[in-house]
């Protein structure tokens, strides 16, 4: 399975913090905010990854985690000219996921919970259709909205409708940025219209799938986070969010070198040398990690 991070846009809702700086490069606490959803897809056990980006940007991504290799990973870049909806990163990402399933995660969600891991393989396993996930919240009228069908054969729920921003919602279940799809996905993508404010809108793909029975749902609960960091009150409430669980824990929240060392993807030596890389606290942390039995 291929990896996709759309981490384009202006970053509006984030001025003047984002006039000469991506969005997804701010600090979430710790660690640059895309060293989030990478986590998630490297937790999935996906090593081959496209981020994607504008033309300026790109360098700066470039910089920041180069072609992947010190992680045991492969990543590529790819640009997107302007934000015209999420659903334009798989078209956009066509040739790079050359028919394979991929998942797809937005560039300022952070994921965070007992459990993740294994849900996240299960859904990298699917051989057919496509899984999202759904999760609860106070004011549904500012997501995308699944309704729940019935449990289905395979444990995942039915969906029973979609809606983009429902100015009356069937449901509280609120549908992340994450999502993981066979190799329909792009060409469901390319035949979508865009909506009335001009965009590609990924709810319209996952209907695709709905209209064909092929939907799966995974319920988050209680034991997961979920996070989008696109406002300065949810950036600030996301980096509290991982200084608190890490401060109390003395464990790292979304370190890709230590999902790459635990997932088998670098050796000790790698992770060493990746420690001694960085004179910090996160240097620190993982050759902590080495002396730990």
Request: with cysteine.
């Amino acid at each position: 399975m291929k990896g996709i991070i759309l981490a384009g846009g202006r970053g509006s809702r984030l001025y003047p913090v984002t006039r000469s700086v991506s969005k997804h490069l701010l600090p979430v606490y710790d660690k640059p905010m895309i060293y989030y959803p990478l986590s998630t897809l490297m937790l999935a056990g996906i090593r081959d990854v496209l981020v994607i980006s504008t033309p300026e940007d790109i360098p700066q991504y470039q910089r920041l985690m180069g072609d992947g290799t010190r992680w045991g990973i492969s990543l590529a870049y790819a640009e997107q000219a302007a934000p015209r909806g999420v659903a334009e990163a798989l078209i956009i990402a066509e040739p790079f996921v050359a028919g394979e399933s991929c998942a797809l995660v937005l560039g300022d969600n952070l994921f965070y919970g007992t459990g993740l891991a294994g849900t996240l393989r299960k859904a990298a396993a699917l051989e057919s259709g496509a899984v999202i996930f759904a999760y609860p919240v106070q004011d549904p009228e500012r997501y995308g909205i699944v309704e729940l069908g019935p449990v289905r054969p395979d444990g995942y729920r039915s969906a029973v409708s979609l809606e983009e921003k429902p100015a009356h919602p069937r449901s509280r279940l609120a549908v992340p940025g994450m999502y993981f799809y066979d190799g329909q996905a792009c060409g469901f993508a390319k035949r979508v219209t865009p909506s009335a404010r001009g965009e590609i809108e990924i709810t319209d793909v996952n209907r695709c799938y709905l209209e064909r029975g092929q939907l799966r749902v995974e319920l988050f609960g209680r034991g997961t986070a979920w996070l989008d960091a696109g406002t300065h009150a949810s950036l600030l409430s996301a980096a509290n969010f991982v200084h608190a669980v890490q401060d109390r824990q003395g464990l790292m929240i979304s370190c890709p070198e230590e999902i790459a060392w635990r997932m088998g993807f670098i050796d000790d030596a790698r992770l060493a040398a990746l420690a001694n890389d960085q004179a910090s606290e996160y240097g620190d942390y993982l050759r902590r990690l080495l002396e730990r039995p």
